[in-house]
């Protein structure tokens, strides 16, 4: 087990640093520094600037440079607002985190209930509607569904008002954001249930004469949420892509719309913080489900 | 025979089994006859598009491709208006047909009917905020869908079949390399990487000379190159796990112990036992690329203006849509209508290619 950990640790470290890597490297690329604005400035200003960012130094000095601020919880300045990009950041995440997390929890509990009703009620009705709208659900990227959501129900039907940081309402955002993993986690818990219930002890937990809802709960159900952690990870990542376009849809000013901004304004440094932060999360959230994975099943290896 | 039968041989032992073969009656031609192979021998391919030809939904699905597809070649030839172009009666620019609705015309357009008394060819699904008929602009949109699925599935299929091949057959220190290559591909965000890329590649690369792809635009471009450095990692570790363990089998041992090639052993016996993997990896390559474009193109980092693009004609109809919702719900209904036919296509292929599911 320590061994896995240590692996696993290892190859998340190894998948950051590539990220930091990759993305200082493709925003160097670019060409044109950050100070080839429209008003022209003089040589000797763009030197003294340079000089002040620490731009004028070799690459390689300035990806060390950007690495040792970054440990350091320095992201650097937005060239679009001179603001500091960490503090941004941390204030934008906090309305992204707690749409994305209630987000989290809705998918999995809507996902796995419903997963295990088509489960227990295979090729009958409800197992059919679940797995209709499952099919409908998959097929829908999450913009689409914002934006269907925020016609029918803020404009259409105004039951919902639009999102105001006085007035937040999470409903719209969150189910736009819950729909596509919700789906994906039905069809997973239907899967993985299906194929608890066809095991022995099942059989024999029933022929014992344990009630139906143990085994179902007790039996069943626990072993089938196996499969479904490892998804965590992924799950995570696919609501911090969604959020990207469903903030921007609902206006909201959480990080995702932020990030959005960022590209279509060219704020290198705002694109590289994000993504970054962004990517962190992303391997944190693989190596905690992972990790949660095999402490929970000791039957799987651990190779 | 008969002198058999009457008097039976002797055993030789007490514990043998010899059997008398004049116990035996001869089988008649008819009862021969059951023992035949009825089924025709069919082919692997036939088989798996036999039963993906009984699934109701798979064939509704193909003819729903099949319809889309010959709107998406045949539109443009019919419709007299082209993607880019501002709609103009009497070779005058119409400035009064912007957001028209379906099949509506415009007031100048009108005038025009009724003076000449001719039909002009209705705006199926009315036109932009820029006078340009939004039919076609769907029906563009949608080729540059099929187009990205396509190419990046295909991309896929060569670069993830020949790499997890390459690994799996070889094995040992080959293998361990290719796979931890692999795992860190796999590891990354690719979303975010190709965010990132297309980012760099609008700023830095100029490929609009170029005939085809410069239509296209260069964040076209660069999405396939992403497609062709990160998507292939899923069916190069399927492929290779495939490979692992057709290799183990008695056929293979079979066929170099009798002297054949790598190759022939590649080529005859493990690519078309992992065949059925391929073409359902291939399968559903398609909608999960033509979600990506839409993705990229909706938060504007999508083919070039004024190509439309599915994702991008969505973008541009949230600004109106209190006021003109069909915009928004033709591009949208179009992803998800090709979208769920690949996936329910997908589905039903894994089930018919794949052996391990047949009852």
């Known amino acids: 087990m320590a061994k896995y950990i240590v692996k696993r640790v290892i190859l998340a470290i190894i998948t950051l640093f590539l990220i930091c890597f990759i993305t200082f490297f493709l925003m160097n690329a670019i060409p044109g520094g950050p100070f080839n604005g429209e008003k022209a400035k003089s040589e000797a200003v763009l030197a003294a600037l340079n000089a002040k960012y620490g731009l004028d130094k070799p690459v390689g000095i300035q990806f060390i440079n950007y690495m040792k601020n970054l440990l350091h919880g320095d992201f650097g300045v937005s060239l679009k607002t001179q603001r500091d990009i960490a503090t941004t ?24 209930v419903l997963g295990a009703v ?6 009958k009705w409800p197992d059919h509607v679940i797995i209709f709208f499952v099919t409908l ?55 993985s249930m299906l194929d608890v219930l066809g095991q022995d002890y099942i059989r024999t937990a029933r022929a014992k004469g344990v ?72 391997v944190l959230m693989n190596l905690l489900s992972d990790l949660v994975y095999k402490l929970v099943d000791p039957r799987i290896q651990l190779d | ?95 009064g047909a912007a957001n028209l609705a ?23 699904m009315g036109t932009d905020e820029l006078c340009r008929d939004y039919f076609i602009r769907v029906v563009y949109g949608t080729r540059v869908s099929f187009l990205v699925g396509i190419f990046a599935s295909l991309m896929v299929l060569v670069i993830g079949t020949i790499y997890g091949a390459i690994s799996g057959y070889f094995g040992g220190k080959v293998d361990l390399i290719m796979m931890r290559i692999v795992d860190i591909i796999y590891s990354l965000p690719d979303l975010l990487v190709i965010i990132l890329l297309s980012v760099v590649f609008k700023e830095t690369m100029d490929f609009s000379s170029v005939p085809v792809v410069g239509k296209l635009g260069t964040n076209m471009v660069s999405m396939f190159i992403v497609f062709g450095l ?86 541009a109809a949230r600004s109106g849509m209190q006021s003109y919702p069909w915009k928004l719900v033709f591009p949208a209904a179009s992803i998800v209508l090709i979208v769920l036919a690949f996936n329910l296509i997908g589905d039903a292929m894994r089930d018919a290619f794949d052996p391990k599911l047949k009852n």
């Not at chain 1, 999102?163 to 719209?172: A, I, K, M, R």
């Not at chain 2, 039968?5 to 006859?33: G, M, R, V, W």
């Not at chain 2, 019919?78 to 400035?95: H, M």
């Not at chain 2, 100048?108 to 000449?116: F, I, S, T």
């Open chain 2, 1 to 95: 025979m008969s002198e058999n039968y009457s008097i039976p041989a002797p055993k030789k032992h007490p514990l043998s089994l010899q059997i008398d073969p004049a116990l035996f009656e001869k089988a008649t031609d008819e009862e021969k006859k059951q023992t035949d192979v009825m089924a025709e021998s069919t082919t692997f391919f036939k088989d798996g598009m036999r039963r993906l030809r009984k699934n109701p939904l798979a064939v509704f699905s193909f003819w729903v491709l099949v319809v889309l597809i010959m709107i998406m070649l045949f539109a443009p030839m019919v419709v007299p208006y082209s993607y880019e172009e501002i709609i103009t009666v009497e070779g005058v620019r119409d400035k």
């Open chain 1, 211 to 282: 009630r139906p809802i143990k085994v179902i709960f007790v039996h069943a159900l626990r072993n089938a949420l196996i499969p479904v952690i490892t998804y965590v990870g992924p799950l995570t990542a696919s609501i911090l892509t969604g959020s990207l376009v469903v903030e921007k849809i609902f206006t909201i000013g959480g990080l995702g719309s932020k990030f959005v901004d960022s590209i279509t304004n060219r704020d290198y440094p705002m694109i590289m913080g994000t993504t970054i932060f962004l990517a962190f999360i992303m």
């Open chain 2, 102 to 124: 379906p099949f509506q015309y415009s007031a100048k357009e009108q005038a025009y009917m009724d003076k000449y008394g001719v039909r002009i060819f209705p705006h199926i």
């Open chain 1, 89 to 112: 950041i941390r204030e934008s995440f906090k309305v992204s985190a707690k749409i994305g997390g209630i987000a989290i929890i809705v998918a999995l509990i809507c996902g796995i």
């Open chain 1, 118 to 123: 088509a489960a227990l009620n295979r090729n």
């Open chain 2, 230 to 315: 990160l998507y292939w990692v899923g069916m190069a570790r399927m492929v290779r796990g495939e490979i692992m363990g057709i290799k183990q089998n008695e056929y293979v041992l079979a066929a170099k112990s009798m002297g054949a090639s790598g190759s022939r052993i590649i080529r005859r016996h493990i690519l078309p036992n992992c065949l059925s993997v391929i073409i359902i990896m291939t399968a559903q390559e398609i909608p999960a690329a033509i979600f990506t474009e839409s993705y990229l193109s909706f938060i504007g980092l999508g083919v070039a203006l004024p190509m439309p693009s599915l994702g991008s004609l969505a973008n």
């Open chain 1, 137 to 191: 659900f998959t097929a829908m990227p999450s913009f689409v569904a914002a934006s269907f959501l925020l016609l029918i129900f803020c404009i259409q039907l105004q039951w919902v008002p639009v999102w105001s940081t006085e007035h937040p309402s999470y409903v719209l955002p969150v189910i736009a954001l819950s729909l596509s993993p919700m789906a994906y986690i039905t069809r997973l818990t239907k899967t």
